[in-house]
């Protein structure tokens, strides 16, 4: 009799269910990993080499390897991603996939199967989406600019979301332990080849939730975003893009850059998934748990935060709309929890925003009232204006929210994903001048990131798997539709 694994993932691989699952994840008994298509499939072991790298390799397969191509140098501009999206070629290629699949199943909490959507694909009928490993949904964005970077410096293709935290540490000056590491626990490595070796006194992180590589290299070329493309004139930015760890998804990939872990083992594995030791199941972007989402960290996890109120005792940090805000001495999401936090501002107060938007989009309103008070009320810009007799921010962490919901309303294709830039393009501008004000620009790194990416879907797929897995006759839940778990 086949494991209930195995059946799941036959059922998941019917031609049936072809428009909407492109790879099917688990790990075998064994303790090898395996991806499954329609087309073929492999099992792959992880071992470490014993200099501290690590090597996968295919032990077996069957029919074509669905990972064959990891490449990052393609699909390279928004002109090709139209391209790939009309002829239906999607997905292009599979970035880092074995580490990426592998540290999944580090978790204690990972599902048996994950369920990797078909990029036309979206269950909840967006028109962006993204959460898979494929190539526009794991690219992640990337420029580095100011103090301490290298102006100019172009990717390798192995940068990654878990890299941001030690490369802040290592921007910074602070020291590394015996083994080389920043924190306690680090999966990532410094992106020397981005630095020029100086210092930076202070790091901005400016994170754009979403924001699809190609699109914003699209908006500045076309001259439409001011302040991303001085960033980019003073620094780099890597047309590759960064590889998200997978989930490519928000809470997934904020607390990776944050931790410098890939989810699997930060503890906060996605925004929902099952505890299996409590049988509690998260739902860290529902308003009743999202500003608590810290508490998930594993135990001996830090941040970045953590790290620099460690070796720099009293300096102050400030993570405005992050979700993984542990140890930063100004949090939004620590306003919320004390019960001190301000209000949204009434919409006639929020700057930088465009009619398409609010005319569009209740969420698009919603989230620019929300990425104006992280910008500026009790937050990043009063930061920097030292409101509160603080000292000027060792990392100033600004999370921005609107390209992520712009994204999936419009689809990265859409005007809305584009006029989200534009209108982020004014808030980063201004806390660019709120540097310059303080005297710190010369001085102050910027990393501008996003966390995944955006891929345009294809409206017509709609409905689900469920009735082909009820057919199994096997349990199972399934969690954020791809963790599936069997009873
Ligand atoms: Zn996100």
Known sequence: MQDPVSTIEEALLDPSLKDKVDLVLSKTDDGFYRVASADGSINFARQDSGDGSTEYSVVEQLGLNPLSDQATDTVLSMDEEKRMHASGASPASYPNAFESVAQFFDSPDASDVFVCRHPGFDPEGYSGQHGSLALVQSRALLIASGAGTHHGSRGTGTERTVDIAPTIASLLGLEADSRGKFLAKQDGRVLNHLLNGATASHVVVLLLDGCNSNLLWDVVAAGEAPALAGLIDQGSILRQGMTASLPTA??????????????????????????????????????????????????????????????????????????????????????????????????????????????????????????????????????????????????????????????????????????????????????????????ALDHTAFLVISDHGMEQTDNAVVGDWHGALTQTGIGYRDIGEGLIYID
Not at 279 to 300: I, K, R, T, Y
Not at 396 to 425: K, M, N, Y
């Open 250 to 439: 928000t809470l997934a990939n904020h607390t990776a850059a944050i931790t410098g872990l890939h989810p699997g083992r930060s503890g906060i594995l996605h925004h929902t998934w099952l505890k299996r030791d409590t049988g509690q199941v998260p739902e860290l972007l529902s308003f009743e748990e999202m500003f608590w989402a810290s508490d998930h960290l594993a135990p001996g996890v830090e941040t970045i935060f953590e790290v620099i109120e460690r070796q720099r005792p009293g300096s102050f940090s400030t993570a405005t709309f992050e979700y993984c805000d542990r140890g930063a001495s100004l949090s939004s999401f620590a306003m919320v929890r004390g019960g001190t936090t301000e209000g949204l501002p009434e919409l006639s107060e929020v700057r930088h925003v465009d009619h398409v938007g609010w005319t569009a989009s209740a969420e698009y309103e919603f989230l620019s009232r929300v990425d104006h008070l992280s910008m500026v009320k009790k937050q990043t810009l009063q930061a920097w204006q030292q409101v509160d007799g603080n000292p000027l921010p060792t990392l100033s962490w600004c999370s921005f929210a609107v390209t992520d919901g712009a994204g999936h309303a419009s689809g990265p294709h859409g005007e809305l994903a584009r006029q989200a830039i534009i209108d982020t393009d004014g808030r980063v501008g201004e806390i660019i001048a709120a540097v310059d004000r303080a005297g």
